[in-house]
């Protein structure tokens, strides 16, 4: 378990390594990288960020405080708690729908609400802050204004001194065809973004990266590692929705395979704070995912049926989550469940080919969706 730190210690001592990058945040908000930082018997690199500098993605409210202290463009926010819910009934009186409510701690990228109804924003609020729907997560909700626009997801990696930005992405959340229904942890993703030209991309690292990068040192947060900015396009400028503390996923899946450098070098960079001494070598074709489900993800879902036609698939990446191995067949063992990561000369020509590989798999509920992209 990525939370067994003591499980991980021996594991590294065991196998004398040497650096260690967190992929998850549960350990990350948990503190992982204190804990294995101030051991003396380790001699390790963490590629993560402290349990304090964590909180980007930890606390809603601790991001926002830190985005409205170095002026980083968000949307305009109150926090409440279950002492201050008639408060929380009266803001979402006095603000126009659709009404955004967040749960502060981490619920698993379903902490996230955007609701039309003003009777059913209060009621979510009232199932959020007095009955626990998503636990300790919503102990205080944050309450949001909606903002209209095309979102994208921004990665920097950062040794704490120098940052490398990442290829951007494009994710989709929602489980439904054309943005609708549930969010989810992503149902597929793109990179390039094709709207992303030199002027936004300007914008972006002027508006957004550098005071975030800038924040961190001015505040002397300890941070060695990936930074994920959430960015929605409003009326032309970018504006942070969220931070992630990690590489999001199924972003990884398209931005990393457009990395040339070896990624080791870069992550000896990030621990011995020479990333300025790192160019990034980026794959000109585009990368596309489709990330496929089980049936019922994001509710209620089977678990272990058995998944066929991978080794059928010769001209794209497939990255296991959610599957097991047993008696040499390969099950399913969550919500979602593999992604299919194609290349091509555009995001077209990717996607026709993540389409054409997904098909080749098969097994009982398999659910994916089939308009990644729609929206460019």
Avoid: W
């Avoid at 979402?92 to 996230?112: N, Q, S």
């Avoid at 929605?232 to 931070?243: H, Q």
């Avoid at 996923?249 to 011995?272: G, H, M, W, Y």
């Amino acid at each position: 378990s990525p939370m067994d730190f003591e499980g991980i210690k021996k594991i590294i001592l065991d196998n004398k390594i040497k650096i260690v990058v967190v992929g998850p945040e549960v350990p990350l908000v948990s503190g992982i990288t204190d804990f294995l930082k101030s051991d003396k018997e380790l001699d390790t690199s963490v590629i993560g960020p402290t349990k304090y500098a964590a909180q980007l993605e930890g606390s809603k409210f601790f991001a926002k405080e830190f985005m409205k202290r170095n002026n980083i463009p968000t949307a305009k926010f109150c926090e409440f708690t279950s002492k201050t819910i008639l408060e929380g009934y009266d803001f979402l009186e006095r603000i126009d729908p659709p009404y955004v409510l967040k749960a502060d701690g981490l619920a698993a990228g379903k902490g996230v609400l955007i609701i039309d109804n003003i009777a059913q924003a209060k009621e979510e609020l009232k199932q959020m802050l007095l009955n626990e729907k998503f636990g300790e997560a919503s102990k205080r909700v944050i309450i949001e204004e909606h903002l209209e626009g095309i979102e994208l997801s921004c990665f920097v990696l950062t040794d704490g001194k120098y940052g490398l930005v990442l290829p951007m992405a494009k994710d989709y959340k929602r489980i439904g065809e054309g943005d609708k229904g549930l969010n989810t942890g992503g149902m597929g993703a793109i990179s390039p973004v094709p709207f992303v030209d030199s002027k936004l991309m300007n914008k972006i690292k002027t508006k957004i990266i550098s005071p975030t990068l800038n924040g961190i040192k001015k505040e002397k947060i300890y941070y060695k590692g990936f930074i994920f900015i959430g960015l929605i396009i409003a009326k032309g400028e970018p504006k942070v929705i969220e931070y992630n503390v990690r590489m999001g996923d199924p972003e990884t899946q398209v931005v990393i395979p457009r990395i040339k450098n070896d990624l080791l070098d870069i992550f000896i960079a990030v621990s011995e704070q020479k990333l300025n001494k790192i160019k990034l070598e980026i794959e000109s074709r585009s990368a596309s995912s489709i990330i496929a489900v089980s049936q019922g993800y994001p509710e209620q879902y089977q678990k272990g049926y058995q998944i066929s036609g991978i080794e059928n698939v010769n001209n794209a990446l497939i990255f296991h989550s959610g599957t097991t191995k047993k008696n040499n067949k390969t099950l399913t063992s969550g919500g979602r469940v593999l992604a299919i990561t194609g290349f091509g000369n555009n995001f077209v020509d990717a996607l026709r080919v993540s389409y054409k590989e997904i098909q080749k798999i098969q097994f009982n509920g398999m659910n994916y969706r089939k308009d990644i992209g729609f929206d460019l």
